[in-house]
C-alpha cells in the first residue's frame, strides 16, 4: 500500500495569484494522477504526472494554467496559476502502480477571492 | 466515449435492508472496473475492483459486459455504511475515471 500526504489542506488564495499543491508518497509509484472535485461534482481527472518528462493533460485543462512537476517516484506537484472564483474546488493528489489500486491524497480545498 | 455513469444521487435506506447501487459504463476496451468510497472527513479508498472479485465489509459486485454495468449489492445495510461511492473506470493509461458519485445514507 501506499501513503499520500498532500498539503497544504486548504487555502484561501486571491484572485491572479497561483498556489503550488505538493504530493508525497511514502513509496515508490510508477502512476501520479492530478484529479479536481468541483463542489457537488464527481472526480474530474486533470492531468497524468509522468516522471521526468511533461505531464499528460485531460482534454480542457492545459499546461499554462495547470504545471505539473514530478521530478522523482515519490513527488509531485500541482500549480493553479492566475486564480479564479471558478477555480475554487478540492484538488486530489493520486498514486498507485500502474493496473494496481489507486491510493489518493486527503486533498487540497481551495477557494479563491 | 468513455464515460461511467451512477444515476442516482442519494440513495436512502434503513438498517437492515438490501442496498444496490448502480453503475453503468461506457468503454471501448476491455473494462477495468472500481468502486471506491469516501466515508465523512476521510479520504477516497478503494472498497473493492472487479477484477479480485472478492466481498468487502460485506459488498460485492458483479461484472455485467451485456448490460455494460458493474452494480454494488450489500443484502443488509448497516448504519456506518453511510458514504458517498464511486464507481470507476480504468482507462488503458491506468488512470480513472470516475462517476458522479452516490451518497447512500442508512437509516436507524
Known amino acids: 500500500s501506499a501513503v499520500i500526504s498532500q498539503k497544504p489542506s486548504r487555502d484561501i488564495c486571491q484572485r491572479g495569484t497561483s498556489l503550488t499543491i505538493q504530493c508525497q508518497v511514502d513509496?515508490?509509484?510508477?502512476?501520479m494522477f492530478w484529479y479536481r472535485q468541483q463542489p457537488g461534482q464527481s472526480l474530474t481527472l486533470i492531468a497524468t504526472?509522468?516522471?521526468?518528462?511533461?505531464?499528460?493533460?485531460e482534454s480542457g485543462f492545459v499546461i499554462d494554467k495547470f504545471p505539473i512537476s514530478r521530478p522523482n517516484l515519490t513527488f509531485s506537484t500541482l500549480t493553479v496559476s492566475n486564480m479564479s472564483p471558478e477555480d475554487s474546488s478540492i484538488y486530489l493528489c493520486?498514486?498507485?502502480?500502474?493496473?494496481?489500486?489507486?491510493?489518493f491524497g486527503s486533498g487540497t480545498q481551495l477557494s479563491v477571492l | 466515449a468513455q464515460r461511467v455513469t451512477q444515476p442516482e444521487k442519494l440513495l436512502s435506506v434503513f438498517k437492515g435492508a438490501p442496498v444496490e447501487l448502480k453503475c453503468n459504463y461506457s468503454?471501448?476496451?476491455?473494462?477495468?472496473l472500481f468502486w471506491y468510497v469516501q466515508y465523512s472527513r476521510q479520504r477516497l479508498q478503494l472498497l473493492l475492483r472487479?477484477?479480485s472479485r472478492e466481498s468487502i465489509k460485506g459488498f460485492t459486485a458483479d461484472l455485467n459486459k451485456g448490460e455494460t454495468s458493474f452494480h454494488l449489492k450489500k443484502p443488509f445495510a448497516q448504519e456506518e455504511d453511510s458514504a458517498m461511492y464511486y464507481c470507476?473506470?480504468?482507462?488503458?493509461?491506468?488512470?480513472?475515471?470516475f462517476g458522479k458519485g452516490t451518497k447512500l445514507s442508512v437509516k436507524p
Open positions: 493520486s498514486g498507485g502502480q500502474y493496473n494496481e489500486k489507486l491510493f
Open positions: 513509496s515508490q509509484v510508477t502512476m
Open positions: 504526472a509522468n516522471q521526468g518528462s511533461e505531464a499528460t493533460y
Open positions: 468503454y471501448s476496451g476491455s473494462p477495468e
Open positions: 472487479h477484477i
Open positions: 470507476a473506470l480504468s482507462r488503458s493509461q491506468g488512470n480513472l475515471i
